[in-house]
C-alpha cells in the first residue's frame, strides 16, 4: 500500500467515478488515504472520459478534485 496526498487520482472524486461513491474500494481509499500502487481505474473527469484514460492511485492531474466534494 502508498499512502495518498491531495492531488493524486486516489483521493480525486473522478477516480473509478462511474462505479459511485458508494463504492467499498473506493470508499476504503479515501478513508485510510492509502491504495495498492497496482491498481488501475477509469478517470471519469469530463476532458478524460472520452479518452477512456486509466490511472493509477498514484497518478495525478490539474483537474484533481477532491472525493466528497464533486
Ligand atoms: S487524472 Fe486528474 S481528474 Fe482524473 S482521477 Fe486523476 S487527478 Fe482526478
Redesign the pocket.
Known sequence: MIALHN???GL????GEEKGSSDQVLVSIHTSKTAPPELLDN???PK?SGLH?K?TPM???????PAGQA
Open positions: 492531488g493524486q487520482c480525486c472524486s473522478h477516480f478517470c471519469g473527469h478524460h484514460l490511472v497518478s495525478g492531474c490539474d483537474g484533481f478534485t
